[in-house]
């Protein structure tokens, strides 16, 4: 690696920009750096769960997501840069067909919640979609590789049945959705 930070702050983005890996600067809101920003805010809710107490093979795959999504971070702030191969998105459909066999199909839509780790990856997934967003708004406007995009679909896919699994393992039901559910309290039955 090459440049280590030892001066946390340069005061070159005071004036709203900031510095891109190819040495080039844009503004602190511009869709590049709002896809940078939400990724890193994955990786943050993904630290936060990861603070948690989870079986140590959930505890090695969800570092390696944020090693992943560090690499996904880099490829975004280097305009034209390709890292994600298909065997990052191969690793995540593996852990995801994995956890999801042991699972029974969904007849109906879940709410986030469960244990408390389950709701984080709920809160993890949503914020995995935003990013997802996020990058799909910069794609259409700026080259971003197809892998990175595919990464994070199949990344939010991931969280959404850990949150079901975690569940799972710790024998608490899913949250099932009751549609109208305030009308039939409201009138008593």
């Known amino acids: 690696m090459g440049h280590r930070l030892s001066k946390i702050y340069t005061r070159t983005g005071d004036d709203g920009s900031t510095g891109l890996g190819d040495g080039s600067r844009t503004e602190k809101d511009s869709l590049r750096v709002e896809a940078i920003g939400a990724i890193d805010e994955l990786n943050s809710f993904i630290g936060l769960l990861l603070a948690h107490s989870l079986p140590t093979e959930i505890s090695d795959f969800l570092s390696d997501v944020q090693h992943d999504l560090f690499d996904l971070g880099g490829e975004i702030c280097i305009p034209g840069r390709e890292t994600l191969t298909p065997d990052y998105i191969t690793r995540l459909e593996t852990a995801l067909d ?51 995009i595919c990464y994070l679909n199949r990344l939010s896919d991931f969280l959404f049945v850990l949150a079901r699994h975690l569940n799972f393992i710790q024998e608490k039901s899913d949250v099932l959705w009751q549609p109208g559910r305030h009308q039939e309290n409201k009138n008593g039955k």
């Open 98 to 148: 994995n956890y999801n066999a042991e699972l029974t199909p969904l007849k109906e839509f879940i709410l986030p919640g469960g244990v408390q780790e389950a709701a984080l990856c709920h809160v993890a997934r949503t914020v995995c979609r935003r990013a997802e967003r996020r990058l799909i708004s910069l794609y259409q406007q700026q080259p971003v590789s197809k892998q990175a």
